[in-house]
C-alpha cells in the first residue's frame, strides 16, 4: 500500500508545480519581441484588405454603368433578331 504523504509533502509537491508553470509562462520581454515581430506582419495584412475593399468599391462603381449597358445590349440584339426572323420570312428565307 502507498504511504500517505505528509502535508508538508503535499505542499511542496505543489509548490514545485506551480513554480514549473510559471517557469513556462512567456515573460513580458518574450511578448514584446512577438508583437514587434507579428506587428508589422499583421498591419500589411491589414493595409492589404483595406485596398482590396477600396478596389472592390471602385469595381462596383465602374460595373454598374457596365452591366446596364450590356442589358441594353443584349435587349436590343434580341430586338435586332426577330426583325431578321420576320424578314426572312416575309423573302422566303426560312432558318
Known sequence: MAKRKT???????LARLVKRGFDET?????LATLRHEF????????????QLQRDMREAKIILGPVARGVVEHEERLRNLE??????????????
Open 39 to 50: 506587428g508589422g506582419k499583421f498591419q500589411t495584412v491589414t493595409d492589404s484588405l483595406e
Open 7 to 13: 502535508p508538508e509533502e503535499l505542499f511542496e509537491k
Open 26 to 30: 512567456a515573460t513580458r520581454a518574450d
Open 82 to 95: 426577330r426583325r431578321v426572323v420576320r424578314v426572312e420570312h416575309k423573302v422566303g428565307l426560312r432558318r
